[in-house]
């Protein structure tokens, strides 16, 4: 049996390779594209049962839809070579498929748009493409299809947005299903980041589950950042004994970092263990884990214990143990939540 490879990193890799190895977005998207093609026949000849190349047939559609658009946003927003898309536009113009109209706000644009004959050679396109997706629709369930149809708007509306701004989030307490999401995400994050394997993972599910056993209200709280509905971080803080709170599970998602968002969560465990008489807050990390040992330094903890560590597929860690003084800090008057 024949297999498909790829390169990837100056290493040929197998389709079967790729697919096991799902925490690399690269391969998980470039796997998806190949498959989505195939499903829509994107690479057969004649695929709109027209000669043209499918290049010319996107620009068709692009002119009928867009109002007043410019060669210049075209070559924007395709990401084609001005000059390929100059000598498309003449081609379409000397079959009469192309109007242009002086822009009023830049004399230097011309609006573009189809003339009657352009639509008219459009529109048997048009009409086998949608023939085409209503018979991959037809092997699908009703349910089935909407649920397509949600996922592609999702990945529309998150390659399509600018990147967010998360210096304003929410911090809330944890609801059902957050603790399974934060067992998962620190398994594939450190995996990806520092090469921490399963046993990593199913180390954070026993802390979940031992929190979720344990669980005091008054004693204990998990808070999840986020924004708009989307997680991008957690904390926990659990009851070691009656005067010891733990801190545990602190992570930020890559795409939220750099807003502040580790450091107000560490803040509200502060807080927390402040409001239920806690005298120490205490936490077991790594060393190699510098951003979140910066946040520890700057509310105060000091680093009471270092040890080297070898698990999660690693031999070279170095463990450390800090602790907040609740207690002093109080009589100090040292306790305080600034973001600075």
């Avoid at 107000?264 to 790594?286: H, K, N, P, S």
Wanted: net charge neutral; with cysteine; hydrophobic share 40%.
């Amino acid at each position: 049996m024949t297999q498909a490879c790829s390169w990837s990193d100056d290493v040929l890799v197998t389709d079967r390779e790729s697919k096991s190895a799902p925490e690399d977005p690269v391969a998980a998207i470039r796997h998806f594209n190949r498959f989505y093609t195939g499903q829509i026949g994107i690479l057969r000849e004649g695929v709109y049962q027209s000669s043209l190349p499918l290049t010319e047939v996107r620009l068709l559609y692009e002119l009928a839809y867009r109002p007043e658009t410019t060669a210049k946003q075209l070559s924007s927003d395709l990401r084609l070579d001005a000059g390929y898309l100059s000598r498309i536009f003449a081609k379409f113009e000397k079959n009469g498929w192309l109007k242009k109209v002086q822009s009023s706000s830049d004399r230097r644009q011309a609006l573009l748009s189809l003339t009657r004959q352009g639509v008219a050679a459009l529109r048997p396109m048009e009409k086998v493409s949608n023939e085409q997706v209503r018979e991959m629709l037809a092997t699908l369930s009703p349910d089935a299809q909407q649920q397509l149809v949600a996922a592609m708007r999702q990945i529309e509306q998150i390659l399509d947005s600018p990147a967010r701004d998360w210096s304003a989030f929410l911090l809330r307490p944890h609801q059902p299903g957050d603790l399974g999401w934060i067992v998962s995400r620190h398994g594939a994050l450190y995996w990806n980041e520092y090469r921490y394997d399963q046993r990593f993972e199913a180390m954070v599910a026993g802390v979940i589950a031992e929190f979720i056993k344990n669980f005091d209200q008054k004693r204990d709280c998990c808070w999840i950042a986020e924004r708009d509905g989307q997680r991008a971080g957690s904390v926990i803080l659990t009851h070691e004994s009656a005067k010891t709170a733990k801190l545990r599970a602190l992570f930020v998602e890559p795409f939220a970092r750099g807003y502040g968002i580790g450091r107000r969560l560490v803040q509200e465990c502060i807080r927390f263990g402040e409001q239920a008489d806690y005298q120490e807050i205490t936490l077991w990390t790594q060393r190699e884990l510098e951003a979140a040992r910066r946040i520890y330094q700057q509310e105060h903890f000091q680093l009471m214990k270092q040890e080297p560590y070898q698990d999660w597929g690693r031999g070279d860690l170095m463990a450390e143990t800090w602790k907040l003084d609740l207690k002093s800090m109080r009589g100090l008057g040292c306790l305080h939540f600034s973001a600075d």
